[in-house]
């Protein structure tokens, strides 16, 4: 429970109306779209819910926050837009959500060196609409673009659909500003690269929200693109859509999106161009026209080379125009269906034995109907996967302990070949508990003594991230 004296300090600094203490505030801030929280709300569990959602309008407000919380030991949970799918907010009563919505500023674009500056609750969509009314990309679509923020999309170390080319968030990022938990201010990054000791933005990275609050964020941006092709091909194997994939991006072209979908999600999402028990490989190529038009010809060469047959080139399109559907999850519960994604990666040694033994171990499960995977972010050491599971029960109860055994099944497989079991989402509460698959036992211990220098009274996000957090 917050204390009527710290709802005073916090009303001190920001005034009584964006210090928020009814239903409907503390309820909408209870958790992010994480499957899991949703699926107990609508079966009726109690859910927690925060102490109190303050609403900052600048980074001084949120150093004054955070300060506050400093001095009485209160807990700080950020909160984006709320697209998070792995847990990363869940509050309790003794924690103060900082709701960033308000900060949501276009601060600067400087079409010069092509840095734009955004308050780190600025919408996706609106900062991307921002640059675009200049000619010029922030080159970052994740799926969510309009439903996640610029400072969400760093906390979390998202990835775009564009990203073959144009990089993740990690790439993107030119400076973050940020409050440490001590209400100190930080403003990491100054010059387009640097080698003055460790990248410490990188603390920042991927923390989702245990190291600080980000305030700001500034992005180099890219030219619009002057010509943008599709092309698509059906896959007679996994294997043989892998090796076009590597062949084209080891050769040194980088279509920004390269799709490779299993037959079954050929089918389900590409019935109208997808051909009988064959997988599709998607591309889309964007930059100068004589690049592009090079680069089609070679990237043709080599998937025919690989076994690849044309498919037709509406695939591409009918991908760009459905790409940013955001399903209900309450319509599946009614049916009684658990769905969720997971996207993995791993070195292209090892992808095939990842999608073969996460897609068969999913199957094994009674429970469930359907498991099938694409990967849509190459790199030239390897791809990510990414896998849809549909489990279906009689009985509510059981749908809970059910979903926790896919996500088992897939982070399992994943860590038993060699990959890495986050590719973009984060890890949350879902996934803390194989974060040693990655980090090893040594790198989640120098975590969390990081963890323990930068927020030593352990008040940024409890309970997020760390395993034992
Ligand atoms: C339909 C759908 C599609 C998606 N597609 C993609 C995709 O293509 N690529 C991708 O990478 N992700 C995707 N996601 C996941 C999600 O959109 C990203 O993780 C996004 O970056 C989260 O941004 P947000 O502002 O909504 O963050 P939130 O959900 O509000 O927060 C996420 C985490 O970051 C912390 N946090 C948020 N803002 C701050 C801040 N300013 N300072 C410190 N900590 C902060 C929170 O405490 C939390 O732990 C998708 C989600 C959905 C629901």
């Given at each position: 429970?917050?204390?009527?004296?710290?709802?005073?300090?916090?009303?001190?600094?920001?005034?009584?109306?964006?210090?928020?203490?009814?239903?409907?505030?503390?309820?909408?801030?209870?958790?992010?779209y994480?499957?899991?929280?949703?699926?107990?709300?609508?079966?009726?569990?109690?859910?927690?819910?925060?102490?109190?959602?303050?609403?900052?309008?600048?980074?001084?407000?949120?150093?004054?926050?955070?300060?506050v919380?400093?001095?009485?030991?209160?807990?700080?949970?950020?909160?984006?837009?709320?697209?998070?799918?792995?847990?990363?907010?869940?509050?309790?009563?003794?924690?103060?959500?900082?709701?960033?919505?308000?900060?949501?500023?276009?601060?600067?674009?400087?079409?010069?060196?092509?840095?734009?500056?955004?308050?780190?609750?600025?919408?996706?969509?609106?900062?991307?609409?921002?640059?675009?009314?200049?000619?010029?990309?922030?080159?970052?679509?994740?799926?969510?673009?309009?439903?996640?923020?610029?400072?969400?999309?760093?906390?979390?170390?998202?990835?775009?659909?564009?990203?073959?080319?144009?990089g993740?968030?990690?790439?993107?990022v030119?400076?973050?500003?940020?409050?440490?938990?001590?209400?100190?201010?930080?403003?990491?990054?100054?010059?387009?690269?640097?080698?003055?000791?460790?990248?410490?933005?990188?603390?920042?990275?991927?923390?989702?929200?245990?190291?600080?609050?980000?305030?700001?964020?500034?992005?180099?941006?890219?030219?619009?693109?002057?010509?943008?092709?599709?092309?698509?091909?059906?896959?007679?194997?996994?294997?043989a859509?892998?090796?076009?994939?590597?062949?084209?991006?080891?050769?040194?072209?980088?279509?920004?999106?390269?799709?490779?979908?299993?037959?079954?999600?050929a089918?389900?999402?590409?019935?109208?161009?997808?051909?009988?028990?064959?997988?599709?490989l998607?591309m889309?190529?964007?930059?100068?026209?004589?690049?592009?038009?090079?680069?089609?010809e070679?990237?043709?060469?080599?998937?025919?080379?690989?076994?690849?047959?044309?498919?037709?080139?509406?695939?591409?399109?009918?991908?760009?125009?459905?790409?940013?559907?955001?399903?209900?999850?309450?319509?599946?519960?009614?049916?009684?269906?658990?769905?969720?994604?997971?996207?993995?990666?791993?070195?292209w040694?090892?992808?095939?034995?990842?999608?073969?033994?996460?897609?068969?171990?999913?199957?094994?499960?009674?429970?469930?109907r359907?498991?099938?995977?694409?990967?849509?972010?190459v790199?030239?050491?390897?791809?990510n996967?990414?896998?849809?599971?549909?489990?279906?029960?009689?009985?509510?109860?059981?749908?809970?302990?059910?979903?926790?055994?896919?996500?088992?099944?897939?982070?399992?497989?994943?860590?038993?070949?060699?990959?890495?079991?986050?590719?973009?989402?984060?890890?949350?509460?879902?996934?803390?508990?194989?974060?040693?698959?990655?980090?090893?036992?040594?790198?989640?211990?120098?975590?969390?003594?990081?963890?323990?220098?930068?927020?030593?009274?352990?008040?940024?996000?409890?309970?997020?991230?760390?395993?034992?957090?």
């Amino acid at each position: 429970m917050i204390d009527a004296s710290l709802i005073e300090k916090l009303k001190n600094e920001l005034g009584d109306k964006r210090v928020q203490l009814d239903d409907v505030a503390r309820d909408d801030r209870r958790h992010d779209y994480w499957v899991l929280n949703h699926l107990r709300s609508w079966r009726g569990e109690a859910l927690d819910r925060p102490g109190v959602v303050v609403r900052p309008e600048s980074t001084a407000e949120v150093q004054a926050i955070v300060r506050v919380a400093a001095q009485t030991g209160t807990p700080l949970v950020p909160f984006g837009l709320g697209s998070g799918v792995c847990g990363g907010i869940q509050p309790d009563q003794s924690a103060i959500v900082v709701d960033l919505g308000s900060m949501n500023r276009v601060r600067e674009i400087d079409e010069t060196n092509l840095i734009a500056s955004f308050d780190a609750g600025c919408n996706g969509l609106e900062a991307e609409e921002a640059v675009a009314a200049r000619g010029l990309t922030i080159g970052h679509w994740p799926q969510s673009i309009a439903m996640s923020s610029v400072g969400g999309w760093v906390s979390t170390r998202a990835a775009g659909q564009f990203s073959t080319a144009y990089g993740n968030i990690e790439d993107i990022v030119y400076s973050i500003e940020a409050v440490l938990p001590d209400g100190d201010l930080v403003e990491l990054g100054k010059a387009p690269r640097a080698a003055a000791g460790p990248d410490l933005r990188h603390l920042l990275l991927g923390a989702e929200g245990t190291m600080g609050i980000v305030t700001g964020v500034s992005l180099a941006l890219r030219r619009q693109a002057e010509s943008r092709v599709y092309s698509a091909y059906h896959t007679p194997s996994m294997a043989a859509g892998f090796e076009a994939q590597r062949e084209i991006i080891q050769t040194g072209w980088v279509p920004p999106v390269m799709r490779q979908y299993d037959a079954m999600e050929a089918r389900r999402n590409f019935k109208d161009f997808a051909a009988e028990d064959q997988g599709l490989l998607l591309m889309v190529h964007e930059g100068p026209a004589a690049r592009v038009d090079v680069e089609i010809e070679a990237t043709d060469a080599i998937a025919r080379k690989a076994g690849l047959v044309e498919a037709p080139p509406g695939a591409g399109q009918h991908w760009m125009k459905e790409r940013n559907h955001v399903p209900s999850w309450v319509e599946l519960f009614e049916a009684r269906l658990v769905v969720d994604t997971i996207e993995v990666s791993a070195p292209w040694t090892r992808i095939e034995d990842v999608y073969r033994d996460a897609t068969e171990s999913l199957r094994e499960l009674d429970a469930v109907r359907m498991a099938s995977a694409h990967s849509s972010h190459v790199y030239r050491t390897g791809l990510n996967l990414y896998f849809t599971f549909a489990a279906l029960h009689e009985d509510s109860a059981d749908m809970e302990a059910s979903y926790l055994d896919c996500w088992r099944c897939v982070m399992e497989a994943t860590a038993r070949h060699g990959g890495g079991i986050a590719h973009h989402h984060g890890v949350g509460r879902l996934r803390k508990p194989y974060l040693a698959h990655d980090l090893g036992e040594n790198g989640v211990a120098l975590l969390r003594k990081i963890k323990g220098a930068i927020d030593p009274q352990g008040l940024m996000n409890p309970g997020n991230l760390l395993p034992d957090a």
